[in-house]
């Protein structure tokens, strides 16, 4: 069944018309390919290989799974919103306040063409938007960089830039994982009516801190 | 890329209070003056120049127009308790080696923000191109400080034997270390 949320949007990508489509249900996602885009034109490793994890994300609670992808049905990016893994501290802030951007990601032939920005368009019209802290976590050493002529710190700031623009901001954490290397990256978008009293939990859960 | 983005920072420290790190602007250098001028002399003496004087404080603010220089400073409250700087050379064989030079307030200490400052430095280290940051100390007294650095990966280079010397005539030894920025991540 169709979410009632669920946007379609045209994009020329250069040579061909990408459509991007958000809150995919499973039967979407069945009718889609990531073998040639994904899985074997890769010199990496995708985050997601299988359509079985975006089926399964698409079945989660408010998720949006937003999909780009060609006129043969071909995966060329994908994103995802999420509430976070039960063992990630953001949880610990109740009513499921937080949600991850877990992923974000194009193939590589596929990328400079305005692609990542349209999938984020359509991944932050959640009608939750304005009710949650949404964030992403960017740990450097799984940014693909080779292919680029980006360092890892100018491939940081191109991910600053883009997330910025859909009014992110970057906040400190003593996350462990984030702390290992000081390019990762902790952003988060504070809701319109998140209140004052959650802003100040999150800000004291950033340190693993009750308040 | 807007400086709103980026700051203020809020950190919270481990003893519950809340710092924020912003970069230094001229409107901060009478601040400025104030947290070096209630630093302890033993804090200071070691330092090239005289944090305590006004004309020092307006050489930083003018070195930081001029890119030669990036600080950042931390409140605790309307008070500076920290303050850090990147410095980089713009000519010669020592362009691409930065600087690195952080002062904690005394009842700060401890309580890890002088490695939060040194995390936001070494990321704008990153941003200036820089490949190599150095880092000095002196040995007795910033021992804490050395510790702290070499769990950033910061390695020991060289130690500079009997090399200050304070009021008193007791010398110290200046030990020189090094930290390698990476500009792309190994193919391991």
């Given at each position: 069944m169709t979410h009632p949320n669920q946007k379609i949007l045209i994009w020329p990508a250069g040579e061909c018309n990408i459509t991007i489509k958000s809150f995919c249900s499973p039967d979407d996602i069945a009718s889609l390919s990531l073998k040639d885009t994904f899985v074997e034109s890769s010199n990496y490793n995708p985050i997601l290989s299988k359509k079985e994890s975006l089926i399964s994300a698409s079945l989660q609670?408010?998720?949006?799974?937003?999909?780009?992808?060609?006129?043969?049905?071909?995966?060329?990016?994908?994103?995802?919103?999420?509430?976070?893994?039960?063992?990630?501290?953001?949880?610990?802030?109740?009513?499921?306040?937080?949600?991850?951007?877990?992923?974000?990601?194009?193939?590589?032939?596929?990328?400079?063409?305005?692609?990542?920005?349209?999938?984020?368009?359509?991944?932050?019209?959640?009608?939750?938007?304005?009710?949650?802290?949404?964030?992403?976590?960017?740990?450097?050493?799984?940014?693909?960089v080779a292919g680029t002529d980006l360092s890892i710190i100018q491939y940081r700031n191109m991910l600053i830039n883009l997330f910025s623009h859909f009014k992110f901001r970057i906040y400190l954490t003593n996350d462990p994982n984030v702390l290992l290397c000081p390019e990762n990256l902790f952003m988060a978008r504070i809701g319109a009516n998140i209140s004052e009293k959650v802003q100040m939990k999150f800000k004291w859960l950033r340190f693993n801190l009750d308040n | 890329m807007s400086q709103s983005t980026r700051y203020p920072k809020e950190v919270i420290l481990k003893d519950h209070r809340e710092i924020i790190m912003k970069p230094f602007e001229e409107s901060d250098q009478d601040k400025?003056?104030?947290f070096y001028k209630n630093l302890p002399i033993l804090l200071?003496?070691?330092?090239?120049?005289?944090?305590?004087?006004?004309?020092?404080?307006?050489?930083?603010?003018?070195?930081?127009k001029e890119g030669k220089a990036f600080s950042l400073i931390a409140f605790y409250e309307d008070r500076i308790v920290a303050h850090g700087t990147m410095l980089q050379r713009l000519f010669g064989g020592r362009r691409h080696v930065g600087r690195l030079r952080i002062m904690v307030a005394p009842d700060?200490?401890?309580l890890q923000l002088g490695t939060w400052m040194i995390?936001?430095?070494?990321?704008?280290?990153m941003e200036m191109g820089l490949e190599k940051i150095r880092a000095d100390f002196v040995v007795g007294l910033d021992d804490s400080a050395i510790e702290?650095?070499?769990?950033l990966d910061f390695i020991e280079e060289a130690v500079l034997r009997d090399y200050v010397k304070d009021e008193k005539g007791n010398y110290y030894n200046y030990k020189i270390l090094i930290k390698q920025l990476h500009k792309e991540l190994s193919d391991f």
């Open positions: 609670k408010d998720t949006n799974v937003t999909i780009a992808y060609t006129d043969e049905r071909k995966i060329v990016g994908i994103s995802i919103l999420q509430y976070p893994s039960r063992e990630e501290r953001w949880v610990k802030i109740e009513n499921r306040v937080m949600m991850e951007v877990s992923v974000i990601e194009v193939a590589t032939k596929w990328r400079s063409k305005g692609i990542s920005k349209k999938l984020f368009e359509l991944l932050f019209e959640h009608p939750l938007k304005e009710y949650r802290i949404i964030y992403m976590v960017g740990y450097s050493w799984t940014w693909d | 400025l003056l104030e200071r003496w070691f330092l090239k120049e005289d944090p305590d004087d006004a004309i020092v404080i307006k050489k930083w603010i003018d070195n930081q700060f200490r401890r995390f936001e430095l070494l990321r704008r280290g702290a650095f070499k769990k």
